[in-house]
């Protein structure tokens, strides 16, 4: 079964100069993007995307950088999508992230770890409704 997940390229990455480099991983894993765009995120939307943290002490610094710059959001494609994207992006402290990972290869910090992926396909629903219409998804 074809399944898809949500992925941000965050303002860190996108500051870097590692767009074209993080698309082609993610090209390379075998995803298909379905939906994807460049935009910068409002502190409100950045609150309102990740108010699911909103109690934990990270939350403000969080939405701060996440609004610091522009992302590109973006929905991919392939079976088992959530669960195979987590693995190519690698865990959220760079430090700790497997050689070859997204993460490993282009973040600089726990913080600002050059990536979002959603951790449930429940999630990637509600994360690629946040940015794309249906209208938008192809």
Do not use: C, W
């Amino acid at each position: 079964m074809t399944n898809r997940t949500f992925t941000m390229i965050k303002p860190d990455a996108v500051e870097d100069g590692h767009i074209g480099a993080i698309l082609n991983d993610i090209n390379a894993a075998g995803f298909r993007i379905v939906a994807m765009k460049y935009t910068k995120l409002s502190a409100e939307q950045a609150g309102k995307f990740y108010e699911v943290h909103q109690e934990r002490p990270f939350y403000g610094e969080l939405v701060s950088f996440m609004s610091s710059g522009p992302i590109v959001a973006a929905i991919l494609e392939k079976d088992h999508a959530v669960e195979d994207f987590r693995k190519l992006i690698g865990a959220t402290n760079p430090a700790n992230a497997e050689d070859g990972t997204i993460r490993k290869k282009f973040a600089r910090s726990i913080g600002e770890n050059a990536v979002h992926g959603s951790d449930s396909n429940e999630n990637a629903a509600i994360e690629g409704s946040f940015f794309f219409s249906a209208l938008e998804q192809f």
